[in-house]
């Protein structure tokens, strides 16, 4: 049972170049949500999706895209990437409204 | 507002010993979740327990407990004779019942040392 994975796993980017972060889960959970952790943060919600084709800001949307078009994925875009955005990205997924969420393995993202 | 603290940046402790973590949080709702998750030096995060605002019992599991207080509004968490192998960083969270984001304090490192 692979769970929730992402990928790439470690990423180098330079400012400005777009990049997308992938998070697949195997569960068919409903909800799904992107974190970035920073230091002296903790984790703090970008997005989230409540189903296919749901998807609605976080705490930190700012310079993200994300899109739910199947259940099991949902991509995070960096439309034009900053140093600000270096940090680690992680996925989550739960089943319903009120479920514990799943957190994915994480995504390291550093920006030049 | 949700907020959750951790006022323990690090801590260290010699294998074998006792250790709390504290966990301090702030919420106006009635209803609502906390959970504690581990994140080993790996990296990836690991739920460890979710506790509901109507359940004040405390919980053992094996060398880990949690003492859930809503008077002082706390959630600790203590390690019995630490190991190696507890070495990570420890993220206390709430989040109001139904809602989407989950509120994270900024996690205590703890180090335990052989």
């Known amino acids: 049972d692979a769970g929730i994975t992402q990928s790439p796993r470690y990423k180098i980017t330079e400012t400005g170049r777009q990049v997308t972060l992938m998070c697949h889960q195997t569960w068919s959970h409903s909800y799904m949500f992107w974190y970035r952790q920073d230091l002296g943060h903790g984790l703090r919600l970008i997005y989230y999706s409540a189903a296919a084709d749901i998807t609605d800001k976080g705490e930190v949307p700012d310079g993200y895209v994300v899109s739910r078009s199947k259940t099991e994925n949902f991509p995070l875009t960096l439309e034009s990437a900053t140093r600000s955005q270096t940090s680690v990205y992680f996925c989550?997924?739960?089943?319903?409204?009120?479920?514990?969420?799943?957190f994915g393995p994480g995504t390291r993202l550093l920006v030049l | 507002a949700q907020k959750v603290t951790q006022a323990q940046t690090e801590i260290s402790v010699v294998e074998k010993e006792d250790v709390t973590l504290d966990c301090v949080y702030e919420?106006?709702?009635?209803?609502?979740?906390l959970f504690w998750y581990k994140q080993p030096p790996s990296g990836e995060l690991v739920f460890l327990i979710r506790?509901?605002?109507?359940?004040?019992q405390n919980e053992i599991s094996g060398r880990y407990s949690w003492n859930f207080q809503k008077s002082t509004s706390s959630f600790n968490f203590t390690i019995t004779a630490s190991q190696v192998v507890d070495s990570a960083v420890y993220f206390c969270a709430l989040i109001r019942t139904g809602a989407n984001n989950l509120f994270f304090g900024t996690g205590t490192r703890l180090t335990v040392i052989p």
């Open positions: 919420t106006r709702d009635t209803t609502y979740y």
């Open positions: 989550a997924s739960r089943v319903g409204a009120i479920e514990t969420q799943y």
């Open positions: 506790r509901n605002s109507f359940d004040e």
